[in-house]
């Protein structure tokens, strides 16, 4: 089944049914679209790609559901998309999505034909240090399409966010090179899909761009941190010499009396 989505007033969008074999789905998600900044990369990882490439398995860094099944580790293609199998690369344009065809099962930024090996970074990296609030982002930076230069390169990132299983999708600088281009997330059977209108297998470029989609399963809790210990000042430790000092002398003083 397939899902378009429209945008409406504000940054909401909502979705109309297009063809519907089911009413029932594995999970369902809602599509917001904003602008945003890229996260910066604490300690990222590089991942070297050829041209036409998939590279994996690379661990997420925690549990993670996609249209209703828990995945650990994903796969990355030099072509704009990640996936939670070790699919095709996706060679040469991006595919109308949903499609029974390979790659599914995936989480497409910008997906079309690009060639690392002509210049930028692909990267991933765990952001976050409490357990149950961080996110795993893999980067494309200033990647370009295959036969590079002169052409522009592109920079984007996907975002997963543990507990929540939020997908965000970032495109600080989006640029077409005149081929089809696809964002959006399909599931593993390649019959569902959620994209946002104008952006599936078609022409389109986007500058400082976000999506979330959002499936509104919340699967865990961030962990509470343990409270800091307060940090002693010197005044603090003042008083607290000026009070022991004075036990001692009034300590001194009673045993005398009592003598």
């Not at 074999?21 to 990369?41: G, H, K, M, R, V």
């Not at 920079?155 to 696809?182: A, F, P, R, Y």
């Not at 986007?206 to 307060?230: G, K, N, R, S, W």
């Amino acid at each position: 089944m397939s899902r378009l989505f429209t945008l409406l007033a504000g940054p909401i969008l909502a979705f109309s049914s297009l063809f519907m074999a089911s009413s029932t789905l594995a999970q369902p998600y809602t599509i917001t679209q904003d602008t945003a900044d890229l996260t910066p990369l604490t300690a990222p990882t590089a991942v070297s790609l050829a041209d036409d490439q998939t590279a994996g398995p690379f661990n997420i860094g925690f549990d993670f559901n996609f249209f209703g099944t828990t995945y650990s580790e994903f796969w990355i293609s030099s072509n704009g998309f990640i996936a939670f199998e070790n699919t095709s690369n996706g060679c040469c344009s991006g595919q109308l999505i949903p499609n029974s065809g390979q790659p599914n099962n995936m989480i497409a930024a910008f997906y079309e034909d690009y060639d690392p090996p002509e210049g930028g970074t692909v990267s991933y990296s765990l952001e976050g240090n409490i357990v149950g609030a961080r996110s795993l982002i893999i980067e494309f930076d200033q990647i370009y399409p295959w036969n590079g230069p002169p052409k522009t390169p592109s920079t984007w990132q996907i975002k997963l966010q543990e507990c929540t299983n939020i997908i965000e999708i970032h495109c600080e600088s989006c640029v077409s090179d005149g081929g089809s281009h696809t964002q959006g997330i399909e599931n593993a059977a390649g019959d569902d899909a959620y994209f946002v209108a104008g952006r599936n297998s078609t022409d389109f470029s986007l500058t400082d761009d976000q999506v979330i989609f959002d499936p509104d399963l919340v699967t865990c809790q961030a962990e509470t941190p343990e409270p800091a210990l307060p940090v002693p000042t010197l005044g603090t430790l003042s008083a607290l010499l000026m009070t022991l000092v004075l036990l001692i002398i009034g300590t001194i003083v009673l045993r005398r009396s009592a003598a």
